[in-house]
């Protein structure tokens, strides 16, 4: 079990199915947690490049393209994969117990 201190609670596993995203308020930021094959990850809502919501872009396995000027990030490290963006967001560890999704503090403090 882990050590749910700094973690939120922010969704229960059935509200994500496998290939769909959520876009939650934890940790003082916006973010969106995704469901790939029923492997949950958390990435900042924002993207790097240009303000524009991730939550509505395109979810493939392994990557998350911005809607705005097609940027994709790396779904587990937050790495953009192709330009226009050039800096990383930030990631989120996620927990799952019981059926809920926990998220914990990010990952990348300076993104």
């Keep these: 079990m882990t050590n749910l201190d700094d973690f939120v609670a ?10 769909k995203m959520l876009r ?16 949950y ?4 809502d924002t993207c790097s490049h240009e303000d524009a919501s991730l939550y509505k872009g395109v979810l493939k396995s ?10 994709r990030f790396d779904i587990k490290t937050g790495q953009p994969l192709e330009e226009p963006a050039e800096e990383p967001v930030d990631v989120y560890p ?18």
């Design 41 to 44: 990850f958390a990435i900042a």
């Design 10 to 19: 922010v969704a229960r596993t059935f509200d994500i199915t496998p290939g």
């Design 62 to 71: 392994g990557y998350i393209r911005c809607p705005l000027h097609g940027s």
């Design 94 to 111: 996620v927990c799952v117990q019981d059926n809920v999704v926990y998220i914990g503090p990010p990952l990348h403090e300076d993104a």
């Design 24 to 39: 939650v308020n934890a940790h003082g930021a916006w973010i969106v947690v995704a469901n790939i094959e029923n492997e």
